[in-house]
């Protein structure tokens, strides 16, 4: 199997298994949860829910990344998500993930409890950010971005900026073996590019890290299906085990009941060893 990690006390070995990462928004106008999940007590049930469905970590954002949105100031996103953060290390054991693009939020959050620093610019909006995950020596998810969709070479470009993001990691002393990559599907790319990047997955394994992919209720999957973002649990579930196919380590997702069933059917396969003693 790959390397074995530990992450918030628990042991995740690459290569092993899919983890799923359930997605908790606390954000009043993110893309498909917007505003279900801003009180605290709505905020734990709703993490009590995802562990109870077989979620392995969960990922709090305090700012919505749908298209169009607008920044939200350092000051409320610490706001929204510290005393999440502080609610759900006082009652689970599950690792916690931060999704900021913001050192100030992720250091603080760190310090509340937080285990990992997902970021959707890939380290490249705030420089800081690499220098926080250095020093706390923590997992960070380094997603791909950019602002415009001025490919020459689509999925090799794809490849050259989440290089450049790695070195900005390694540059401020993060180690290898605290990199997870993230595709980034449906941050900067059109209908055809997220189609295309979901082809090309297993090329980001030449990269050498472990690989996170976030489809879940994405626009290329409402528009395909010509269906509302509460009506594509099945569409996601495809994207995931086409993902688990190419390689991917982690699925990030609202519905992780029904993708958890997805995951575990597709790793019995994907997974298979041929040598493996079989059961009687």
Known sequence: MGQIWQIGGHTFEWGARTYVMGILN????????GGKFV?????LRHAEQLIAAGADMIDIGGESTRPGFRPVPADEELRRV??????????FSIPIS????KAI???QALEAGAHIINDIWGLKADREMAAVAAQWDCPVIIMHN???MDYTDFVADVKRDLRQSVAIAEQAGVKRERIILDPGIGFAKNHEHNLQMMKHLAELRELGFPLLLGTSRKRFI???LGLPVDDVVEGTAATVVLGIAAGC???????????????????AIVRFRENAAQPV
Do not use: G, Q, W
């Open 98 to 101: 931060i999704d900021t693009y």
């Open 105 to 107: 939020t992720a250091r």
């Open 249 to 267: 380590d982690i699925v990030r997702v609202h519905d992780v009941k029904e993708i958890k069933r997805s995951v575990a059917m597709a790793d």
């Open 39 to 43: 009180t605290l007590d709505a905020a």
């Open 26 to 33: 606390v954000t009043p106008d993110s893309f498909s949860d």
């Open 222 to 224: 409402r528009n395909t």
């Open 146 to 148: 950019r602002k415009d």
């Open 82 to 91: 510290i005393p999440v953060i502080e609610a759900i290390r006082a009652r």
